[in-house]
């Protein structure tokens, strides 16, 4: 495998873009693949099985592309099929998860939000994580069903976004959480309504920065990290609409010249 290889990244939909940023800034040089499976966004409430079966074929693709490491940019996909996933593919595989453990080292009241899909907060892997680090701390969870779809059309300020996020904050705050832990990679792009919201004293947990400094572990481990030459590119897939996934992809990755092919593998 080069260390020229591109770093093969996807989710639901536009969301793990906040975890390709946090790549890009660690990884300048480095070339990325983005999936964004937006035909079957939101995942967050649909049949495990199905979410499965996606995974693999977008790992599938990625690999086939030349990728030398797969990021699941995606909460809720790790949560259904990270393992299999590591079993099918012959590069690395990183997943992530709800920042519960930092969550549980920043409160200071002993109380923690959650705000996730239902899938991810329903999964086995959610429940022995907050098993394994937060046994002596209240873990409020708060799925936030319908959220994913206003982030997917870009309404990152829409008071419609504004109504419904804050039908979702304000119970955990009203239980007297202290810590908000994002988890779905859709949220930081909400993260300045959150802070709002929320208001002073509430800390704001997102684990993109985490996995990003993961897949540079993993990179070395495997000696893959590119080490010099020109500033990294990016090619983004989607099996959406071309038109609606890249106006959403420009504005959130803040540059007009980005390039998106439709690619639904079916
Ligand atoms: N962004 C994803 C996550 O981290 C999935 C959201 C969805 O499609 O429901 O969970």
Same mark, same amino acid.
């Given at each position: ?34 999936? $964004?499976?937006?035909?079957? %966004? ?20 990625? +690999? ?9 940019? %995606?909460? &809720?996909? /790790? ?34 939000? +959650?705000? $996730?899909?239902? +899938? ?23 799925? %936030? ?15 419609? /976004? ?39 004293? @509430?800390?704001?947990?997102? &684990?993109?920065? $985490? +996995? ?13 990290? @590119? &080490? ?39």
């Amino acid at each position: 495998m080069s260390q020229r290889a591109p770093i093969g990244i996807f989710d639901s939909g536009v969301g793990g873009l906040s975890v390709a940023r946090d790549i890009r800034k660690l990884l300048p040089l480095e070339d990325i693949l983005y999936y $964004a499976d937006s035909a079957y %966004c939101p995942y967050g409430d649909k049949d495990p099985k199905i979410i499965q079966q996606r995974e693999k074929k977008i790992g599938q693709f990625l +690999v086939s592309q030349g990728a030398k490491i797969i990021v699941v940019a %995606c909460n &809720t996909a /790790t949560s259904t099929g990270l393992e299999d996933l590591r079993g099918l593919l012959n590069v690395p595989v990183i997943g992530m998860e709800p920042g519960v453990k930092p969550a549980v080292a920043a409160t200071r009241n002993g109380k923690i939000g +959650v705000l $996730a899909t239902c +899938v991810t907060i329903a999964g086995d892997r959610f429940a022995t994580l907050v098993k394994r680090y937060a046994e002596n701390t209240e873990v409020i969870t708060q799925p %936030c069903p319908g959220l994913v779809e206003l982030i997917e059309c870009g309404k990152l300020a829409a008071p419609e /976004t504004e109504q419904k996020l804050r039908s979702f904050l304000q119970p955990v705050l009203d239980q007297g959480a202290d810590t908000i832990v994002l988890g779905c990679t859709h949220y930081p792009f909400l993260r300045p309504m959150i802070e709002r919201l929320a208001g002073p004293g @509430i800390s704001i947990i997102d &684990t993109g920065q $985490a +996995v990003a400094r993961q897949v540079n572990r993993v990179l070395n481990e495997h000696n893959l990290t @590119i &080490t010099d030459g020109f500033l990294g590119s990016e090619q983004f897939y989607t099996s959406g609409s071309q038109a609606a996934v890249r106006e959403v992809i420009q504005s959130l990755w803040l540059r007009n010249n980005i390039s998106v092919t439709a690619l639904p593998l079916i």
